[in-house]
């Protein structure tokens, strides 16, 4: 049974934007942080954004004023809104979670960005 369920990838043109969707089990939602990683071929997988239980987000320098990461508490779902894309932004997106101290991990999405 899947704990962590990521929609909404796709291709977009460079500019465009793509808005993430990441469902989760309810014991994986209430965590104390979940995060979106993206991860391009040859590459290590890297954060792009972070929310913890209370609210708090981060974000890597990359994505600063571009990504926007947000939750839903009533549907157990963040969200990774994607502005102003670029081809760099290209990757696989994965979103990832706690339950207890085991890291959980989704399928992952890809996103395509055309120059």
């Known amino acids: 049974q899947a704990q962590l369920v990521e929609t909404g990838g796709g291709l977009v043109q460079a500019g465009g934007s793509l808005r993430l969707s990441c469902a989760a089990s309810p014991r994986i939602f209430s965590g104390k942080v979940m995060a979106w990683y993206r991860q391009s071929p040859g590459k290590q997988r890297d954060m792009v954004a972070s929310?913890?239980?209370?609210?708090?987000?981060d974000y890597t320098d990359s994505v600063k004023g571009r990504f926007r990461i947000s939750k839903d508490i009533r549907k157990n779902t963040i969200y990774l809104q994607m502005n102003d894309l670029k081809p760099e932004d290209t990757a696989v997106y994965y979103c990832?979670?706690?339950?207890?101290?085991?890291?959980?991990w989704g399928q992952g999405t890809q996103v395509t960005v055309s120059s």
């Open positions: 990832r979670g706690n339950l207890g101290v085991a890291e959980v």
């Open positions: 929310i913890t239980a209370g609210g708090t987000t």
